[in-house]
């Protein structure tokens, strides 16, 4: 039977996921809103994946990152669970392994990481403010009453694009409602739009970051043409877009809970360590772990999950807490600082 691992990358707008064999040959992805609701996000997605699957698979690892990681790695069984740094690191560079840089701009969150010599040498992330995001660009779209995938083509028709106030969201988008009554083109405001996000990003997240060539650049972001033609621009390099950039994350997870690569518990970036791929949860209620990938997902899918959250009250640190059960069964806790357990 064809052996492979399952990655999944849940963020606050998009949930990716990516199967792949031994070899590395992605043999099922998929990509779709989170709607707010990481959990049947996943359910959904792993019907996706399931669909695509070419016959019976055994998977032998499953892999998380995003925002909700540690959520839906509980509601998986996820041997593998990884920050959004490693994740994408690790699945560029099993496609690129000469890239030095990777830009990302995702829904919520932007990011850039450096590699020399194969390995993450520095990295940031964007801080609070959203004017460097794709959230901040879907607002504007809608403002403007252009489609959100159109954006890009808008931009490249540009004559004369105009200067728009980068450094805060508020202000950028009141500067691009003056611009419009003042009777700018359409194309010249989004084009303005892009490359304020783009030195946004520059200014904040790749501030004293040095960019070098191989750049490749991912996230949602990374599918405006707009975006991608500032950064060029304002950068000096040839920009690389992947038509799988998005899944990077994914596909990093998904190389990860190989079985070799997890061999090391220890090594940075594992958020949990590495642990058993096994089909008991912590209570030891046996879940009966399919054979293939088919099965697996049917299973997950037609459990109920259910997260409770709550503050632990033993003492002044007042944690929140968050807990996992499956079909009415806790299976997970975390958020608790204190060694003594949650309240």
């Known amino acids: ?32 809103w989170t709607e707010g609701h990481p959990i049947n996000a996943v359910k959904k997605l792993l019907n996706t994946l399931k669909e695509q699957l070419p016959g019976p698979v055994k998977i032998t690892g499953v892999g998380t990152t995003g925002s909700a990681r540690k959520l839906i790695g509980t509601m998986l069984g996820a041997n593998m669970v990884k920050n959004e740094i490693t994740a994408h690191a690790v699945g560029t560079l099993f496609k690129y392994p000469d890239v030095q ?30 004017a460097g995001t794709g959230a901040f660009l879907a607002a504007q779209a809608g403002r403007l009453g252009v489609p959100l995938e159109e ?33 700018h083109r359409k194309e010249d405001l989004v084009a303005g739009l892009c490359a304020a996000v783009v030195l946004n990003y520059l200014s904040d997240v790749g501030q004293g970051k040095e960019i070098v060539s191989p750049v490749i650049f991912q996230g949602g972001v990374s599918k405006n043409a707009g975006v991608v033609e500032a950064f060029r621009k304002l950068t000096g390099f040839d920009i690389l877009v992947d038509d799988s950039s998005h899944l990077a994350g994914a ?14 518990s220890t090594r940075p970036g594992n958020d949990w360590g590495a642990r058993r791929f096994k089909s008991r949860d912590t209570q030891g209620i046996q879940l009966a772990m399919q054979e293939n990938m088919q099965e697996f997902s049917f299973e997950i899918a037609a459990m109920d999950f259910q997260t409770e959250g709550r503050e632990c009250d033993k003492c002044p640190n007042c944690c929140e807490v968050m807990s996992a059960y499956r079909d009415g069964v806790l299976v997970d806790t975390w958020g608790n600082r204190c060694p003594g357990g949650v309240g």
């Open 251 to 264: 596909l990093g997870c998904a190389i990860l809970a190989r079985p070799k690569a997890r061999q090391d």
């Open 1 to 32: 039977m064809l052996e492979a691992t399952l990655g999944v990358d849940i963020g606050s707008v998009s949930t990716k996921g990516v199967v792949v064999d031994s070899a590395g040959q992605v043999l099922a992805q998929g990509y779709l």
């Open 101 to 130: 840089t990777i830009l990302e701009i995702g829904g919520q969150d932007s990011k850039i990481i450096l590699i020399r010599d194969g390995i993450v040498t520095d990295y940031a992330m964007n801080t609070l403010c959203a």
């Open 151 to 183: 954006m890009g083509q808008y931009a490249l028709n540009a004559r004369h694009p105009v200067k728009i106030a980068a450094r805060c969201a508020v202000f950028a988008e009141s500067d691009m409602v003056h611009k419009a009554q003042a009777g």
